[in-house]
């Protein structure tokens, strides 16, 4: 009996050690924390695996707005993000007065459209349309950008790739505008003539490009601020683990998983460290002289 008793807490304890090594290599794996906005898709489950199989455990922590995974970043709570893009991260980091977060690679680009439930052309749009807009300063000013080339309204120059609605100077059909959380754009539809939506969102939405009334150009060299990004503290941007997980996102099978997860809007991009680096700062600069 004891040595039953013995031979089979040898094989728990066997199994304990083998739950915690990496199969393959027999290393323990090395857990890496990512910040991020939306966990579910079949994005994650694709990395996580190929992670896995480099002996890294991707854990992910799932934040409800765009402004706790940087905080989170900065007070060491996570490792790395994964949900912005330049433009988003260049005004935190002026107006949080933070130099310690940059980008190590890219994911992908996705473009910004104006959707309606109501009409099907934007020349259908009656004066005074209440159109809803993102609260946040890059996407907020992508959008308003966006219906000045279509000539629903201009903006002042001085207000670079940032403008809010106090920056436009012509609004010939006086649309009206109703800021929000980004993630509420599209399902504020049923609520106003129409709403800008980020691709990212609109995919999770159930959104095509084919449905909006107008949408931007995501591979143009306009959109290159617009570029999501993974982003880690500057003291991690060397770490063999996290240049690694940069590189599986640009494997062909996740490629595949990015365009299921998004109906087909979001578009994987490589993009290299340095050249976002020079896109970040080239956008922090042009925010600091602005405000001088």
Not at 148 to 153: K, P, S, V
Not at 215 to 236: G, M, Q
């Amino acid at each position: 009996m004891k040595k039953t008793i013995l031979s089979f807490v040898t094989l728990l304890s066997a199994l304990i050690l083998l739950s915690a090594c990496n199969s393959t290599s027999g290393e323990e794996l090395e857990t890496v924390t990512i910040g991020v906005t939306g966990a579910d898709g079949p994005i994650w489950e694709v990395m996580k695996e190929k992670a896995e199989a480099e002996g890294i455990n991707i854990e992910l922590v799932e934040f409800s707005d765009y402004i706790q995974p940087n905080n989170a970043l900065v007070n060491k709570e996570i490792d790395m993000n994964n949900f912005q893009h330049l433009a988003f991260l260049a005004p935190f980091m002026v107006e949080n007065n933070i130099s310690g977060i940059v980008p190590i690679g890219s994911t992908s680009t996705n473009p910004t459209a104006l959707y309606s439930d109501k009409y099907q052309d934007i020349s259908e749009l009656p004066n005074g349309s209440l159109i809803g807009v993102s609260d946040d300063p890059a996407n907020l000013g992508r959008g308003l950008k966006l219906l000045e080339t279509e000539g629903l309204i201009e903006i002042d120059e001085a207000a670079g790739i940032y403008p809010t609605p106090d920056d436009i100077i012509s609004n010939p059909k006086e649309l009206e505008f109703h800021t929000m959380v980004s993630q509420q754009t599209a399902r504020v539809l049923p609520d106003v003539a129409a709403s800008l939506v980020n691709g990212g969102i609109a995919g999770q939405a159930g959104l095509t490009v084919e449905e909006a009334l107008i949408y931007d150009d995501p591979n143009s060299e306009a959109a290159r601020p617009y570029i999501s990004v993974f982003a880690v503290r500057t003291e991690d941007k060397d770490k063999e683990a996290f240049k690694k997980i940069t590189e599986l996102y640009h494997e062909q099978d996740v490629y595949e998983a990015v365009k299921e997860d998004s109906n087909g809007v979001t578009t994987a991009v490589k993009v290299a460290a340095e050249d976002l680096q020079k896109t970040l700062d080239e956008l922090m600069g042009n925010i600091k002289s602005q405000s001088n």
